[in-house]
C-alpha cells in the first residue's frame, strides 16, 4: 500500500507541469484579439478625425484673413490591419527516480504584434470643392433646421447674406457694415420662434426640387407682443400686412409681397465672413498683411452678434476647443467660449448642407484583426 501512494505522488508531481501546458495552449487558441480592439479603435478614429477637422478648418479660417490659400483635404478611407503572433515553447525531462532535483521542466513564450493603418487623403478640387464650399445654402435646407430646433438668429447669422434685400454684414476685400434693421429682423424671427408663432411647410413643385417652401405666421390667437413682433417682420420685409403665408425663395429681391427672398452663403462665404473676426497683431494691420477687421456698426447702431471670436498670442494656450499654430502665432478658441465653439461646430452643419448633387462616401473605418 505504501508503494502505490508513493507511485501516485511522484506521478503527480510531473503532470502538473503539463497540465498548465496544456492550460496555456488551450487559453491562447481561444482568445480573440479583434474583439479587444474594437471599442478602443472606433473611438480613437472618432476624436482623431473630429480633432483633424477643427484644426484644418480653424486653420483655413486664419488663412483666409491673411489673404493666403486655403486647403482642404478630407479623410477618404482608414484601414487599420492588426496581426498578432505567439509561440509557446516548452521542454524538460522527468526521472523517475524520485531523487531531489532529476526532474526539471521549462516553459518559454514569445509573441509578436504588428499594427499597420493605412489612411487615405482626398483633396477637394474641381467639382467636389465646387459643390462642398461654392454653393450657397440651399434655403430649404436651411429652414429644415429652422423647423427642427436650431436657432433661426444663429442660421440667419452665420449662413444667410441677405432678406428681402435686407443685408447681413460681409467681411473681407469688399467689408460693409450690416443693414441697421437686420439685428432687429434677427431678435423678431427668434422671439417668434420661441412662442411657436410661426410654421413651415413643403409643397410640391414638378418646376423645383424639393418643392415649394411655404413660411406662414398660424392664424391663433397670439400674445400682443408676438403679434407686435409678426408686424414687424412684414414691415421690415416689405411683405403684405394681412397675408399669413410666403413662399421662401433663393435670392437677393422679391417681386411680389407674398415672397421672402433670401440669399444664402456659400461654405466659402461662411468661412469668410468667420475669418474677419480672427484677433491679429496690430503690427500685421500696419504693414497690409491681412484683411480688415469685422467692421462695427456705426453711429451706435444695433448690430448681430458676432459671428466667432478666435484669439491669437505667441505662446501655446492652456484651454483650447481648437488650436493651430500659423505664422509663428498660436491661434484658438477659448473652451469657454460657449457661443464661438457653437458656431464652430454649426460651421459643419452647414458646410455639408451645401454640397449637391452625387455624395462621396463617407470614411470608411476597416479593421482587421487576428
Known amino acids: 500500500m505504501m508503494r502505490a501512494h508513493f507511485d501516485d505522488t511522484r506521478r503527480s508531481g510531473w503532470l502538473r507541469p503539463l497540465a498548465a501546458l496544456a492550460a496555456l495552449l488551450s487559453l491562447n487558441g481561444c482568445m480573440s484579439f479583434g474583439a479587444l480592439t474594437l471599442d478602443r479603435d472606433r473611438l480613437d478614429y472618432t476624436q482623431a478625425v473630429a480633432n483633424s477637422w477643427k484644426q484644418q478648418t480653424l486653420l483655413n479660417i486664419v488663412k483666409l484673413r491673411y489673404a493666403d490659400t486655403p486647403i482642404f483635404v478630407d479623410v477618404g478611407q482608414i484601414v487599420s490591419g492588426y496581426q498578432l503572433v505567439s509561440t509557446v515553447q ?176 456659400s461654405g466659402m462665404q461662411i468661412l469668410r465672413e468667420l475669418s474677419s473676426h480672427v484677433q491679429v497683431p496690430e503690427k500685421h494691420h500696419v504693414e497690409q498683411r491681412v484683411f480688415p477687421h469685422a467692421i462695427v456698426q456705426p453711429n451706435n447702431q444695433e448690430a448681430p452678434p458676432p459671428l466667432i471670436r478666435i484669439l491669437s498670442d505667441a505662446s501655446r494656450p492652456s484651454e483650447a476647443f481648437a488650436q493651430v499654430h500659423y505664422n509663428d502665432l498660436w491661434f484658438w478658441i477659448d473652451n469657454r467660449d460657449l457661443h464661438s465653439k457653437g458656431t464652430f461646430t454649426f460651421l459643419l452643419i452647414l458646410m455639408t448642407l451645401a454640397e449637391t448633387g452625387e455624395k462621396v462616401q463617407s470614411p470608411l473605418v476597416t479593421i482587421q484583426a487576428n
Request: aromatic content about 8%.
Open 90 to 265: 516548452a521542454g524538460g525531462s522527468i526521472f523517475p527516480t524520485g531523487a531531489a532535483g532529476n526532474t526539471f521542466f521549462n516553459l518559454g513564450t514569445q509573441g509578436q504584434y504588428t499594427d499597420r493603418p493605412t489612411i487615405t487623403y482626398v483633396p477637394l478640387t474641381g467639382s467636389q470643392f465646387i459643390r462642398t464650399l461654392m454653393t450657397p445654402i440651399p434655403p430649404i435646407r436651411l429652414f429644415e433646421l429652422i423647423e427642427s430646433g436650431f436657432p433661426i438668429d444663429l442660421l440667419f447669422n452665420v449662413g444667410v447674406q441677405s432678406v428681402n434685400a435686407l443685408s447681413n454684414a460681409r467681411g473681407g476685400g469688399r467689408a460693409r457694415p450690416a443693414d441697421p434693421e437686420f439685428a432687429k429682423l434677427l431678435k423678431s424671427l427668434r422671439r417668434i420662434q420661441e412662442s411657436g408663432a410661426i410654421g413651415l411647410r413643403v409643397e410640391p413643385d414638378p418646376d423645383k426640387i424639393g418643392g415649394k417652401l411655404i413660411l406662414s405666421f398660424p392664424k391663433k390667437t397670439v400674445p400682443p407682443e408676438i403679434q407686435a413682433e409678426r408686424d414687424g417682420v412684414r414691415r421690415m420685409l416689405g411683405l403684405n400686412p394681412a397675408a399669413t403665408e410666403f413662399h421662401v425663395i433663393y435670392g437677393t429681391v422679391q417681386d411680389r409681397d407674398d415672397v421672402v427672398a433670401v440669399q444664402t452663403r
